[in-house]
């Protein structure tokens, strides 16, 4: 019988496996653990707990309901973030703000956005995401009432903070509550997803938000966000559930019951059908547990309806200093940094597009009021949708073909191949948008970019924190604010750099220049394919001693 180094029994860690390093396709039908009920030969990764409150057991119908819940969120608090990008002119003149302070509030705001999460991640692995998701939400509503009454620089600069602050986890939690739900062969499809409500709500708020202004006024531009954000505070109310799990088993866990079902595995191919659960697993899977615990019983009672609705995570020893001080430290992790850094360099495209559009549209020739500057944001749109399903469904079909190739071992440098494409279309797209800008071309080249920049942007989002959970899942938690903090803290530079780049460059060499720093930087993708591996194994001592850690502590999720 095959074995992997990730293999183990329930309660030990295997300290000799590369972290990110799986089993993911059983070849030989030999790994004596869980396998997915619609691919059989597909390991389940992590191995599931018996316990039906375990998110991982959920049914389909439960497990996308949590989802929902975290897009939904993600959705109106990536638009009450969005809102000044097609109307920055207007609003400058209605706020008495310049269009540079307008950038800085935004560089501001990305900022907290980061290190914000240095409190409301701790906070939500402490006392519960659901509790942070609605004070999130509640918060965020207040501060955009606020918005159209911050008027000058030092209002406007204090309402940036507040709402990057309070809209914090919008960057990272989601993608917890994902790896709470989700196994590694199918994560990607819904990373992809929560890419598509946030990318696509940064760029389809200035489609609606142009309209808005021009119809009803600037005041309505932040009022309706803010009413969309409160009824979203009541769905989540009522409908969110907690995905917080103190999980006591890490990666692929040996089990009796799927050892003594892979030895009958022919005789039940050739002499009956496969019986497949709710919940996507084979019956033989589903009551296959570790060493030591009992099968879940049928009809095992779950939570109510009301006992999903308690605010409060049940009682944890109070860990969130040591958890923001732990983010801080995996600064030094190279995986962790580099998904910071790859994310935030698809994250200043972005903001550079976001930060000129307004003033390259509604200026000559083009002349477009703001109405229709939000208009062409149309196109980002679809660069999302087609990015989110091909760094989303076609990744985790990418992965698996690659493992299958690799003797049924899952590389987290395999995803990453997928960069080669956004590393080109990025330069392209910056030099058609600046040179297009600067020599007056048919304003469906300029539009043209803004989608294929938007495509990139995308991807980046995906693939870098895609990269990141493969790598370090049990700690994803944390490792994600270390991520979002590298990623934000560059944005916060690019806010205060953008206008004065321009002005003193002008668009063509501001964007000819953008375009090389952006062609040299994607590239760094390909010193992760060839060296990632070994770096994730010189951490490898360092991450199961505080997996360990946190395991004796009950603070695995």
């Known amino acids: 019988m095959s074995t992997t180094p990730a293999m183990q029994s329930h309660g030990e860690i295997e300290e000799s496996a590369v972290p990110g390093t799986v089993h993911l396709v059983d070849l030989q039908h030999t790994i004596a653990t869980r396998h997915a009920g619609n691919q059989k030969d597909i390991v389940l990764v992590p191995t599931p707990s018996a316990d039906p409150e375990d998110p991982l057991n959920w049914s389909p119908k439960r497990k996308h309901l949590a989802l929902a819940c975290a897009l939904l969120y993600t959705w109106f608090n990536g638009i009450a973030l969005s809102v000044v990008y097609s109307v920055i002119v207007p609003l400058s003149s209605a706020l008495s703000v310049t269009v540079a302070d307008l950038n800085a509030g935004t560089g501001y705001m990305f900022l907290f956005l980061g290190w914000g999460l240095l409190f409301w991640q701790p906070f939500a692995l402490q006392y519960g995401k659901r509790l942070t998701y609605l004070v999130s939400l509640a918060a965020l509503t207040a501060v955009t009432v606020w918005g159209p009454y911050a008027r000058g620089n030092g209002q406007w600069i204090a309402k940036s903070i507040l709402t990057g602050f309070f809209a914090a986890p919008i960057e990272a939690l989601p993608e917890t509550t994902i790896a709470d739900l989700f196994f590694a062969h199918e994560r990607g499809t819904y990373l992809g997803w929560y890419a598509w409500t946030l990318a696509g709500s940064n760029f389809f708020a200035p489609v609606i938000c142009g309209f808005i202004n021009d119809g009803i006024g600037y005041a309505w531009v932040f009022y309706i966000p803010a009413i969309f954000c409160a009824a ?80 409060i995570d049940k009682p944890r020893p109070f860990m969130m200093h040591y958890r923001a001080w732990q983010s801080l430290k995996l600064l030094s992790w190279p995986v962790v940094f580099y998904s910071g850094f790859s994310y935030g360099t698809y994250l200043i495209y972005f903001n550079i597009l976001n930060a000129t559009a307004s003033l390259v549209l509604s200026g000559p020739p083009y002349n477009f009021r703001p109405a229709i500057v939000g208009l062409t944001y149309i196109s980002c749109v679809i660069g999302v949708t087609a990015a989110s399903a091909f760094t989303g469904v076609f990744s985790d079909r990418f992965i698996i073909r690659l493992a299958r190739k690799n003797n049924g071992i899952s590389e987290p440098e395999h995803r990453l191949w997928l960069f080669a494409i956004s590393t080109l279309v990025i330069p392209s797209s910056l030099i058609l948008w600046g040179v297009g800008a600067a020599h007056g071309v048919h304003w469906f080249g300029l539009v043209f970019a803004m989608g294929t920049t938007a495509f990139a942007n995308t991807m980046g989002v995906t693939l870098s924190v895609a ?91």
């Open 232 to 311: 979203t505070f009541v769905f989540l109310l009522f409908f969110m559930e907690e995905t917080n799990y103190d999980r006591r088993i890490i990666g692929v866990v040996a089990t009796p019951e799927s050892r003594r079902s892979s030895e009958k595995e022919a005789a039940e191919d050739a002499g009956k059908e496969k019986k497949v659960s709710d919940d996507g697993l084979e019956r033989k899977d589903r009551l296959a547990v570790p060493a030591g615990v009992a099968p879940p019983l049928e009809g095992t009672s779950t939570k109510t309806f009301w006992q999903k609705l308690s605010l």
């Open 467 to 557: 990269y990141l959970i493969d790598t370090y899942r049990d700690i994803s938690g944390d490792s994600l604010t270390t991520c979002i903090i590298i990623r934000n803290t560059m944005s916060f530079a690019i806010g205060y750099g953008i206008t004065p780049w321009v002005e003193n460059l002008g668009y063509q060499n501001c964007f000819i220049s953008a375009a090389f720093v952006g062609l040299a930087i994607c590239s760094v993708f390909l010193v992760m394919v060839r060296w990632g591996k070994s770096l994730r194994e010189k951490k490898r001592v360092h991450y199961w001693a505080e997996v360990k850690r946190r395991m004796d502590a009950g603070l695995v999720h």
